[in-house]
């Protein structure tokens, strides 16, 4: 399996500022996730980063709101932009070979904290 | 459309048995199950292919009935380091999962 880190782990942040999460995986990977996991909650994707590709967002997430990058097979980012104490969450990366049947890691997460 | 995990929670005694729920009103491709520790990230345990089952861990194993559009997960002679939150995830296009809301597992000695 894929060993996947994140930075930063944790932040606190002021509203109206943004916050970049960079997730580093230690090999070349197909598909990237971005997720959140809100406290006592289940994880929710985001949105599907593909290299050399702009990102799939869910529905209820948009790119003004969290931006991502994916510029090599190995690493991404996802930013999150103007932010409010909802913003406030575990965010989380995972990778995947893509299809149905694919296994998927995560990284260790990022908690966040809006005040 | 998130599947739905039953039960909620449920608490055990060291060397009970548990079974956790999945359903889904879509059909199902595949059931990727995870395990997370308060503070942690989810842990891949297994998954299961549509025809077919696949056996990740000693003494945690799981089905899937398609036709049923469900999958269970069994936890046998549970130890006190099974405790956690355990989520299905259905595969969906493109490798994404939808996760449950979660089932908490919490083992006594």
């Known amino acids: 399996s894929a060993v996947i880190s994140q930075k930063p782990s944790r932040d606190i942040c002021q509203r109206g500022t943004s916050l970049t999460i960079q997730c580093q995986v230690d090999?070349?990977?197909?598909?990237m996730f971005w997720y959140r996991q809100q406290p006592g909650q289940s994880l929710t994707l985001i949105a599907t980063?593909?290299?050399?590709?702009?990102?799939?967002?869910e529905s209820g997430f948009v790119i003004d709101k969290f931006p991502i990058s994916r510029p090599n097979l190995t690493f991404s980012t996802l930013t999150v932009s103007n932010m409010s104490p909802e913003d406030s969450s575990i965010y989380l990366c995972?990778?995947?070979?893509?299809?149905?049947?694919?296994?998927?890691?995560f990284g260790p997460g990022t908690r966040l904290t809006v005040l | 459309q998130q599947p739905v995990q039953s039960p909620q929670a449920v608490i055990l005694r060291e060397g009970e048995d548990a079974v956790i729920n999945c359903s889904s009103s879509?059909?199902?491709?595949?059931v990727h199950w995870y395990r997370q520790k308060h503070g942690e990230a989810p842990v891949f345990l297994m998954i299961?292919?549509?025809?077919?089952e696949q056996k990740g861990h000693e003494k945690i194993s799981a089905s899937f009935n398609e036709k049923k559009q469900q999958s269970s997960l069994y936890l046998t002679a549970s130890q006190l380091s099974y405790s956690g939150t355990y989520f299905c995830?259905?595969?969906?296009?493109?490798?994404?999962?939808?996760f449950g809301q979660g089932t908490e597992l919490s083992v006594k000695p």
């Open positions: 299961l292919l549509k025809g077919g």
């Open positions: 879509k059909a199902l491709y595949s």
């Open positions: 090999s070349q990977v197909t598909m």
């Open positions: 980063a593909n290299q050399g590709s702009e990102a799939t967002y």
């Open positions: 995972s990778t995947g070979t893509g299809g149905f049947y694919n296994e998927q890691f």
């Open positions: 995830g259905t595969g969906g296009p493109g490798g994404k999962l939808i």
